[in-house]
Every structure is written in C-alpha cells, then in structure tokens.
C-alpha cells in the first residue's frame, strides 16, 4: 500500500502532540488516548488519530497510546533523534533574545553561532557565544555542517543574508524578519512575524470590544 503524504498543516501539529506527550511524562503517565490529547489541545480525538494515521498505527484499540513510544515515534518523524545546530544571524535585540532562550536545547536545537555585520557587536559575548563576523558565515556552515538557520537581522537586508545562507549549503530558515523570502524550491522556509500576529489578532479583539461598547 502507497504511503499517503502528510499535509504541511498535519507536520505542524506534530509538534503540538510532541510537546503535550513531553507534558503527560513530566506527570509519570504512562498511557493516554486520543480524546484526552484532544481535550487538552482543543483538538478533536477525530482529528488527532486521522494526523497520526498518515505516519502509521500508534495505539491499540481500547488501550489507547503508549505516552513513550508515541513521543519517540514523533520525535523520529520529525527527525528529532539528534541536536540540529543552528545558525543565528543577527545580534540584536532579537538575537539576544534567542541566545538565551533554553528552550531550543531541550527540543533538539542549538545555536551554534551567531553572526552580524556590525563592527561594535562582533567579538562580543552572546549567550555564551562570541558574535562572528559575517564573513566568516560560508566557511563555519561548511565546517559544522549546518542545515538550519535564523534569520532575526532588518528587512532591508533579509534577502542577502538568505542568499548566503542558501550558497552555504543551508537549507531550513526561520525568517523573523517581515518579507517574504524568495529561495530555491528545496529551501524550507518558517515565517514568524509576531506584529502580523497581533494585528490578526486585533481584528477579533475589536470587534468583540465594539460588540461590548454597543451593548452597554
């Protein structure tokens, strides 16, 4: 039988069910079934074991998921069984942001290094790593081998930085910055644009804050 191909849309989720499995193990449970995965993600059972289908059967029926298995399952679906080291490329506010965020150690990523063009932030410390001249970008992707890069520099020069990136053999960026990113079709490419968030998210907001005032 064919293996059907997962949508982007199901691969996004994967993560979400990877984190609440890392939840359900930080409480000892051993065991959990799709309609207690879905009421703790606002996700219906239905939609859940349809997602894990197109990876293969997990559970048994009447008996629910193995918490253990699935996590490692997902975690080999998702390609998560070793530590991708990352590129950073901008050391700003942003950037020193995401230096020090753990989160990324405890999920299967590292920031290897960061890099930026500006002369007063090279050679200063950034979460324990030292701001490299951009220039030094090419050779240190090829030496370490990496395949993952962040993007947190200003629009004007996303696209350079993403062209270089791309030369240098890196094939997955998560861009930060507000543009899209024009890349070879093998290029994956994560798009986080948190004022484009909010603004959404105002949209809603307005409407049921005009919907309160006219009421009153």
């Known amino acids: 039988m064919t293996k059907r191909k997962a949508p982007d849309i ?9 984190r609440m ?3 359900l ?5 051993q065991t959990t079934s799709s309609q207690e995965l879905g009421e703790r993600l606002g996700i219906s059972a239905a939609q859940i074991r349809k997602d894990l289908s197109y990876f293969g059967g997990f559970g048994k029926y009447g008996a629910g998921y193995d918490v253990a ?10 390609h998560l069984e070793q530590v991708w080291p990352v590129a ?10 995401l230096t020090n965020y753990h989160g990324f150690s405890q999920r299967g990523f590292e920031i290897a290094a960061v890099f930026d063009n500006d002369s007063q932030r090279i050679g200063q410390m950034m979460g324990g790593l030292k701001v490299l001249d951009v220039d030094e970008m ?4 090829h030496k370490h081998n990496i395949k993952i890069a962040i993007i947190a520099v200003p629009v004007v020069a996303a696209q350079v930085v993403a062209d270089k990136l791309v030369a240098a053999g890196v094939i997955g960026l998560l861009n930060y910055a507000p543009v899209p990113l024009k890349v070879p079709d093998y290029v994956t490419v994560q798009n986080i644009d948190p004022v484009a968030r909010l603004q959404h998210m105002a949209f809603y907001v307005g409407q049921k804050a005009k919907s309160e005032s006219a009421a009153t």
């Open 10 to 18: 199901v691969v996004g989720r994967l993560p979400m069910y990877l």
């Open 138 to 141: 090419e050779q240190f992707i």
């Open 25 to 29: 193990i930080d409480e000892a449970r």
């Open 88 to 97: 950073l490329v901008g050391a700003g506010d942003l950037g020193h942001a």
């Open 69 to 78: 298995y699935l996590r490692d399952q997902l975690r080999r679906i998702l």
């Open 21 to 23: 499995l890392n939840q």
